[in-house]
């Protein structure tokens, strides 16, 4: 390749990567609404950081401008430092209704001193039921963690900075609902759920270590596709092309992110719901049947 084509190519790669980037600076007020608690989202930084504040009163809660029919979703949390317990922080697709879709990274408040627990749910036209809860490998309250939600035709995948803990297939095939035709809203909250977030609720909220904060930051859907009305969205970003191999849309996980996964599984999974025979004492849900790893 000629060096002009080289140097034209390079260029051409950083001011794609600038982009990227300054997509994820932007101020979070271009992207989300507080739709509820409004008084205790504070935002920083010229809108780039916002923290949502949980006390006796009220929680706080953001909702995306957009809806999405399929996409990648990155955001960055920090998480309530110190005491928690009762309090849940969450980051989440939605497309509300009652048969609804959704997505939920949940992180379940803790006693000082002990891990924070990550609450997964799917739910697929109406059904949830899908719990998977996982130990973190690192303290998220020290700093900001990379969250993300992958949604494509074929499956689901949950990532932590880049490293994937989750997939829920599509197998529709099999008689599983799966989300494929509801636009979804992108949410961050924090509200009280001592009823069940600490120790199966034993544990409950102490007010006096009020209000429990936690930051947000550079939120990412620059590969998604934007629903505008009508019987398809109108905008995607990034490659979505189904016939290119590296695209999002096509996305699924290789060799070396299943044995990633299988990592993450044998090492810090504390709950799945299909090895729980006290809850299904005759037969797993369907999706538990099929393996896993199948590609």
Sequence with gaps: MPRGSICWLLQAVALAAAAVEAGRSRSLHRDFDAVWGKRNARFFDDGRVVELALDRETGSRLESKDR??????????????????GTITSFYICTGGARHDEVDFEFLGNVSGEPYILHTNIFSDGKGEREQQFVLWFDPTAD?????????????????????IRV?????????????????????????????????????????EAPFV?????????????????????????????????????????????????????????????????????????ECIIPIGRI
């Design 144 to 164: 900001f963690h990379t969250y993300s939600i992958l949604w494509n035709p074929l499956n689901i995948i949950l990532y932590i900075d880049g490293t994937p």
């Design 168 to 208: 829920f297939k599509n197998n529709e095939a099999n008689g599983v609902p799966f989300p494929t035709r509801q636009p979804v809203h992108v949410f961050a909250s924090i509200w009280n759920a001592e009823e069940w977030a600490t120790q199966g609720g034993r544990v409950k909220t102490d007010w006096s």
């Design 68 to 85: 999405y029919l399929f996409g990648r979703f990155d955001l960055d949390i920090r998480l309530v430092a110190g005491e928690s317990a």
């Design 214 to 286: 936690a930051a947000y930051r550079r939120f990412d859907a620059t590969s998604a596709c934007v629903w505008q009305g009508g019987a398809s969205p109108t905008r995607c970003g990034g490659d979505h092309l189904p016939s290119s191999a590296s695209s999002w849309m096509a996305q699924r996980l290789d060799w070396w992110s299943w044995m990633t996964l299988n990592w993450v599984r044998m090492n810090y999974m504390t709950y799945d719901y299909c090895a729980d025979r006290k809850r299904y004492p005759h037969a797993f849900p369907t």
